[in-house]
Every structure is written in structure tokens, then in C-alpha cells.
């Protein structure tokens, strides 16, 4: 092993160089979670500025729907042939995406280009959070991931922040714009720094199986989008979509079974940690969206916050995040085991959505605030150890695919959130402003979605009837969230109590890599033997 190679393997490269080829990646992650919510508190603006307020709702769509189908294949691809190589088209490909998405002249090339940007961020974040795996050694996983986690988390929280102060005081073009400099410095490290020896992982890509993932995961996520918006839940178009999905999902597991390189090895399902903390991701992913889209819209409909101000209102949910998940992550490295943490979560997660489902516009401020707290806490103590245990479940060659998976299915459950809580949402609204009794410009559930997006468009009298009706109405989502929640607490109870890292099994792991070392080493020396010979 040349001495380059030597100094980047995970237990003798300088902390001053791990940290930051950890950082460069770490920024990468933040760009694609930021990404998918700091363009939520922008809508009013950009629709306004690009003149097509009822197809706004897809700018955020666009980007969820390829950021999670192409997430799988980034870690496959990231498995093959190295993540740094795969890091750095990602951020490529979203850095020249965020640039034309600044300069978007109308509403559907916005649109359009926040998919290809999304083909960028759903690498990001697999990828960065595999490459920390690689670089970390195991026993010390559970701070570095809880650091990871914390970008996550900042990420997801933070969008309507940033996004408000750049509406507010800058153009809402900077919501893209602020992605060429992170995204710079990202490149930079990873180029620099993040230099891990990888081991090629033999065969040819399974385009099929890709294929079918990508298509069935596009059906699933137009249904979320498309059903109880643009198309009852039962008519044609949705039934067909459901139906595709099925068909397309059907052979995606056939091709898998077949498949000598499979995209997502069913091998990695037969653990039980794995199969269980993927549903766990997805009700996850559902019930982090469900707060950090809707608290700011109830703080702007009902108490009359600004974009900026009803993101910095998010705070207190972010710091119960952000603190709770990097003091678990510690406790798990000094410890490796987990199983308590996800329990406690749930049961707090619970309670957070409880307490919400009494929110209103009489609610006070320093009790929005313990709530915000509390749930946040509860979703700290499972986000990243989550991804922790679907990693600790996948042998080594399968890293990329594991990471990629947890990330995958924490979005589509946040994807399938936000449009099902959405429904619920304005159904509620529109039944509240359709007995109040005052005259509406258009249909009850025209008004409503129209009032989320931009209530600054709607008579004087509309504005003050569906501030009212939100008050009314944003109970429903804190509602429909708990049963989930309940299902999060099942499935934490159900994880198996497997401790994340012990001396035998750090013990067999050197044992076989150095075996693996030595077996590649004389392969190698049994070519140059027949070369000679002939």
C-alpha cells in the first residue's frame, strides 16, 4: 500500500484531515436537506415573480420526487466505483443546477431544473453520510453519525428560516444562489482531503433493476403529490399510478432476487434491525415534515409572522434536535448499545403531538415553545441512530447501499407526509371557510390552497376568514400525526437489542480484512508469477 493510501485509512489518518474531509462532506448533506425546505417560505414570492401560482406547489415537489428515487442508485454507484468520485458529480451536477435554478425566466424551466437539481441532492446525502462511515473508525461511528445527523436536522429545520430572511431582505433567487459557495467550498475539501482507498465492487450495474425502482418510486410519489389536489383519490389516473407502482415494484424485487449486483441486495432485509428500521425511517421522515412544514405556516396565517421571523420561531424545535442527537451519539459511542434511545424518542414524539393537537390562536408563546422542545427532543433521539443501525446491519461492500437506503426512505416518508397532511389540511380549511358563511372568490378548496401558498392575493375579508379557519383547522395534522407516532413507539420496541460495536466483533472485522488484504495480495503476485512465465 503506497504511503498516501496509508495515511487516509480510517485508523491513521490525522484528525486535522479526517475532520475536514468530514466537513466537506458534512456541507454536502446540508445543501441537499436544506434544499427541501428552505424554498417553502419563497412560494409567495416566486409565484408572484414568475406569475403561475397554482403550479408552485410542484417546485418543491420536483425536487423531493428525484432527490429519493435516485438516492438508492447514488449509493450502488458510490459502492462500484467510489464515493468520492460519485460525491463530486453530485455536487457538480447541483451547484450548475442551483445556478440556472437562480435564473429561471418562468415557472416551469424553475421547475424542471429543481428535478435535475434533485439528481444531484438525492447523492448528497447517502453518499456523506457512507463516506463519514468509511473515514470513522466503528467504535467511535455513533459521535461522528450524531454529527452528521445534526447537518440533517439543522438542514431540514433551518430551510424556512434562511429562506424567509432571503425573501424578506434579499430576492428570492438567493435560495438558490447561497448553494454556489457551500457547495464550492464542499467540492474543495472532498477534493482535498477526502482521499479513502476503495475496493472496486466487481460487475456490471443493474440498469434494470434501477429502471424499475426509479419508475415505481415516481408513481408512488406523483400520488402523493397528484391525489386529493389535482385528482380524487379515486379516479382513474390515481388508481392507474397506484396500480403501476405495484406492477413496477412486483418486478423490481424479481430482478433483484435474479440480479448478480443488485441496486438494494434483499440480503440487507433479512436482519432484523434493517427491516425494521426502514418503516421506522419513513414514519420518521413523515412526522419531522409534518412539524417543520406546517408550524410556520400557522405562525404566519394566525399570528402574523413574517417568512423570516416564523422561521426563526422553529428554534426551539432544532435545538431539541440538534442537542438531544449529539449527546445520544455520544453515549451510544461510549456504550454501543442503542436500544433505549429510540423508545424514549417515540414516547416523547408522542407526547410533542399531543400537546400540539390543543394548538391555536390563543396558545401561549411559552408553551408553543415547550412543545416545539419537547418533540424536537423525541425526533433527536432516532433520526441518525436510524441510519446508524441499517449501517451496523449491512456487511462492508454494501455501506453505500445501506446509507443511501436510510436517506432514501426517510425522504419518501417525508414526501408522502407533507401531501397527505396537506390534504388533510385543506379539506379541514375549506369546510371551516365554507360554514363561516362569507362569500368566496372560488371553490372552498381553490381558496384554501391558494391561502397556503399566498393569502396576500385574496380579499381583505378572505385573509382574515382563513387566518381564522387555519387557527381552527391546524389541530387535524397533530391529530393524524399521533397514530404514527404510536406506530414509531412499535417499531423502537421492536428493534432488536444488538449492541453496535464490541471487542470480538472489531476483533473478527481486523481479522478479516487483514485475511482479505493478504488473499488480494497473493492473487495478485500469482498474476505477476504467469506474466513472467510467458
Given at each position: 500500500m503506497?504511503?498516501?493510501a ?26 441537499s ?28 415537489s ?28 453530485a ?15 418562468n415557472m ?12 444531484g ?22 459521535k ?30 438567493w435560495?438558490?444562489y447561497?448553494?454556489v ?15 479513502k ?10 440498469v ?14 406523483l ?9 380524487a383519490?379515486?379516479?382513474v ?70 417568512a ?45 403531538f ?8 390563543d ?7 415547550l ?8 425526533m ?7 441510519v446508524l ?23 419518501m ?23 363561516a ?38 389541530h387535524?395534522v397533530y391529530v393524524?400525526a399521533?397514530?404514527f ?11 432488536p ?17 487483514e ?6 495480495a ?10 513472467a512465465?510467458?
Amino acid at each position: 500500500m503506497s504511503a498516501s493510501a496509508s495515511a487516509s485509512s480510517p485508523g491513521r489518518a490525522a484528525p486535522e484531515r479526517r475532520g475536514l474531509a468530514i466537513t466537506g462532506l458534512a456541507l454536502g448533506m446540508l445543501l441537499s436537506t436544506l434544499d427541501q425546505t428552505i424554498v417553502a417560505t419563497a412560494l409567495p414570492s416566486i409565484a408572484k415573480d414568475l406569475g403561475s401560482l397554482s403550479s408552485s406547489a410542484w417546485i418543491v415537489s420536483a425536487y423531493l420526487l428525484t432527490t429519493t428515487a435516485s438516492a438508492p442508485l447514488y449509493g450502488k454507484l458510490g459502492d462500484m466505483f467510489g464515493r468520492r468520485r460519485m460525491v463530486l458529480i453530485a455536487l457538480t451536477l447541483f451547484i450548475g443546477s442551483s445556478i440556472l435554478c437562480g435564473l429561471a425566466p418562468n415557472m416551469w424551466s424553475l421547475i424542471t431544473l429543481r428535478a435535475i437539481q434533485g439528481l444531484g441532492g438525492g447523492g448528497l446525502v447517502g453518499l456523506g453520510s457512507a463516506g463519514i462511515a468509511d473515514l470513522v473508525p466503528l467504535h467511535e461511528r455513533g459521535k461522528a453519525l450524531s454529527y452528521s445527523g445534526a447537518v440533517f436536522a439543522a438542514g431540514s429545520i433551518g430551510g424556512p428560516l434562511l429562506g424567509g430572511l432571503f425573501t424578506d431582505y434579499l430576492d428570492w433567487r438567493w435560495v438558490f444562489y447561497i448553494n454556489v459557495p457551500i457547495g464550492l467550498v464542499s467540492m474543495l475539501l472532498v477534493v482535498r482531503f477526502f482521499k479513502k482507498p476503495h475496493t472496486v465492487v466487481r460487475g456490471a450495474l443493474d440498469v434494470l433493476g434501477s429502471v424499475l425502482l426509479v419508475g415505481a418510486v415516481t408513481c408512488l410519489m406523483l400520488v402523493t403529490v397528484w391525489a386529493g389536489r389535482d385528482y380524487a383519490w379515486g379516479s382513474v389516473q390515481i388508481l392507474g399510478l397506484v396500480a403501476a407502482a405495484l406492477v413496477l415494484l412486483i418486478g423490481f424485487v424479481a430482478r433483484e432476487r435474479a440480479a448478480a449486483n443488485p441496486v438494494l441486495p434483499l440480503q440487507l432485509f433479512k436482519s432484523r434491525a434493517f427491516a425494521v428500521a426502514v418503516p421506522a425511517s419513513v414514519v420518521l421522515g413523515m412526522l419531522l415534515l409534518a412539524a417543520v412544514v406546517f408550524l410556520p405556516q400557522f405562525f404566519q396565517a394566525v399570528r402574523g409572522m413574517s417568512a423570516s421571523t416564523s422561521g426563526l420561531a422553529l428554534t426551539p424545535l432544532m435545538l431539541g434536535v440538534v442537542v438531544t442527537m449529539t449527546v445520544v451519539g455520544r453515549r451510544v459511542t461510549a456504550s454501543g448499545h442503542y436500544r433505549p434511545y429510540p423508545i424514549i424518542g417515540a414516547v416523547l414524539t408522542i407526547i410533542g403531538f399531543a400537546a400540539l393537537t390543543q394548538l391555536d390562536g390563543d396558545t401561549p408563546e411559552w408553551l408553543m415553545i415547550l412543545e416545539m422542545l419537547v418533540l424536537g427532543m423525541g425526533m433527536g433521539f432516532a433520526i441518525q441512530l436510524l441510519v446508524l443501525v441499517m449501517q451496523n446491519s449491512a456487511e462492508m461492500q454494501y455501506l453505500g447501499v445501506a446509507s443511501s437506503a436510510a436517506m432514501f426512505f426517510r425522504s419518501m416518508g417525508g414526501a408522502i407526509g407533507t401531501a397527505f397532511f396537506s390534504t388533510l389540511l385543506v379539506r379541514q380549511l375549506a369546510d371551516e371557510m365554507s360554514s363561516a358563511g362569507t362569500a368566496l372568490p372560488a371553490s372552498p378548496d381553490d381558496v384554501a390552497r391558494q391561502a397556503m401558498v399566498d393569502g396576500a392575493v385574496l380579499p381583505e375579508s378572505v385573509r382574515a376568514l382563513f387566518s381564522q379557519a387555519f387557527a381552527e383547522s391546524i389541530h387535524i395534522v397533530y391529530v393524524w400525526a399521533l397514530p404514527f407516532a404510536g406506530l414509531l413507539l412499535v417499531l423502537a420496541l421492536a428493534l432488536p437489542t444488538v449492541p453496535l460495536w464490541t471487542v470480538e466483533f472489531l476483533k473478527k472485522f481486523k481479522e478479516d480484512h487483514e485475511a482479505k488484504v493478504a488473499a488480494e495480495a497473493a492473487a495478485a503476485a500469482g498474476e505477476v508469477q504467469v506474466s513472467a512465465a510467458e
